[in-house]
């Protein structure tokens, strides 16, 4: 009666598989061999424990192979999610000098990125409501110079350290600025307070005063008007919207609510205008 021949490699598992289970199993063999001597002839104890080791052997080194592998593989990925998301940011840095780019277009001009480091409410001891950035009078910076971001007008530069400088912010109790609104350009001024005999603004909102005869209407763009050398704003900054008029109560100028582009609750990444080839004064 003839066997039947097994085909190749049926019924058989592959030598990978059982290599691991197989070690493993001899090491345990071994060991309860080594307890089962120690128990019966103690003084017999050190040699089986030098074959024990020796026969284990292998089964630690793999298994210590394999933690140190997880390890490499696991800082490897790491790595290589702190390099994506530096890449990313690095991406929306350029992202937002660019937009910052596409804001401040005269040639008379350039844009020193710089990024905020600390903020001060308006009750600090030092005065105003202030933003610190990461400049400062080594990178050319000097006080009364304008900042703006991706979105507008931030404020102006009061006070110039080494490496870094405070902003004062559009929305400080203290800070008026000339400004131009609606597509006529007529000319106001912006500032935080409300008019006399109306209740305050909402947080984040300002007042427009009109200093001519042409009322501001809902949906005006307002940018700021310049100043002498430039300096505390240049020109043509883009500062808010109008979001709602004041009732009209015989005033010389017409007020209105003015919505600021720029959340000052949220700066990142900012720009201080350098006159061209220009420096601290």
Known sequence: MSRRRRAPGQGTR?????LLPATALAATLLTAGALVVD?????????VRDVVAGATAPVRQLVAGEEGRVRTLTAERDALAAEVARLREQVRRHEQLGELDDRVVDDGHRLLPARVVGFSPATSPVGGRT????????????????????DGLVGRVLRVADASADVLLVGDPGVVVGVRYGVDGALGSVTVDAPPGLP???????TLTALGDLPP???????????PDD???VAGVPLGVV?????????LGRTAVVRPHVDTATLDLVAVVLPDGGGPR
């Open 14 to 18: 592959p030598r990978s598989g059982r």
């Open 131 to 150: 933003v610190t950035v990461d400049v400062g009078r080594d990178d050319g910076v000097g006080t009364d110079l304008t900042v703006v971001s991706a």
């Open 200 to 206: 305050a603004r909402e947080p984040g909102r300002l």
């Open 243 to 251: 979001v709602a008029v004041d009732p009209d109560r015989g005033q």
């Open 39 to 47: 128990l019966a002839r103690p003084q017999a104890l050190e040699s």
């Open 217 to 227: 209407v809902v949906g005006d763009e307002v940018s700021t008007l310049g100043s």
């Open 231 to 233: 300096r505390p704003y």
